[in-house]
């Protein structure tokens, strides 16, 4: 079973690969009980959302790494891929702006992805 930060580098390694914009990793270890990291990334459109989510279970699941749930669909601009210790959150451009996630957790260590 990979860390928690070497599954979140995967993930985000992922995103990237696939043309994901704006991909971010938060650790939240410090101030969260329910995970140690977020990824964060934009799709430029509700199809690019459900492609990036059926690439990230493609690329985890020969590794035996399943999500434990996913939230939202396409259609709602947010979807959340829930795999215990890190959280996934594929955003619109729109939601992603309107829901500033960001800013919630301003104190948290940032970590940019190519």
Known sequence: M?????????????LSE????????????????FADYFVMASAGSE???????ENIEDALEPEGIFTKS??????????LMDYGD?????????MREKYNIEKIWAD??????E
């Open 2 to 14: 990979l860390e928690a930060k070497d599954l979140a580098q995967k993930i985000a390694g992922t």
């Open 18 to 33: 696939k043309k994901a914009m704006d991909i971010l990793m938060i650790d939240i270890s410090a101030k969260s009980s």
């Open 47 to 53: 199809r690019q959302m459900d492609s990036l989510k």
């Open 70 to 79: 996913v939230e939202g669909t396409r259609s709602s601009g947010w979807i």
């Open 86 to 94: 890190v959280i996934v959150n594929i955003l619109t451009l729109e």
């Open 108 to 113: 948290c260590e940032f970590i940019e992805v």
